[in-house]
């Protein structure tokens, strides 16, 4: 009985080191080759985890770096918004994947070009 018990908090404590060193790998800066209509440009995320808040910015479209909102991260599941303004108008992209290793794989949704698939690398 004994021995099953230290089995199940050994197990309970290597799950929780694996979650944590997943929210570890997130913070750092992250880069993606994005098709605009101009050609490719590179996008920059800036990411910072603090228990499950996600914290920093992205760069590379028009008018510098934007912060983002509503940032989550549960395990290796990751997502958070940001606002970005065109002519007047807010648009919300929501930005949503997991990480894994040094690779970031996003799904980011409601820009104008629809839902596309990104997938950034730590450096």
């Known amino acids: 009985m004994r ?14 080191t694996l ?6 790998d997130i913070d750092g800066k992250w880069t993606a080759q994005i098709q605009g209509r101009r ?3 590179t996008e920059t995320l800036m990411l910072k985890a603090a228990d499950n808040t996600l914290t920093g910015s992205v760069a590379g ?13 549960n395990g290796a599941n990751v997502s958070f918004s940001v606002v970005r303004e065109f002519q007047g108008n807010k648009i919300t992209e929501e930005f949503k994947g997991t990480v894994s290793g040094s690779e970031l794989k996003l799904t980011v949704s409601g820009g104008r070009g629809g839902t596309t698939e990104v997938t950034y690398h730590k450096e």
């Open 61 to 73: 479209g028009r008018g510098g770096p934007l912060q983002i909102s509503n940032g989550a991260i």
């Open 39 to 41: 050609g490719p440009r």
């Open 3 to 16: 021995i099953s018990a230290s089995i199940r908090w050994m197990a309970a404590l290597a799950v929780l």
């Open 19 to 24: 979650w944590v060193s997943f929210a570890a």
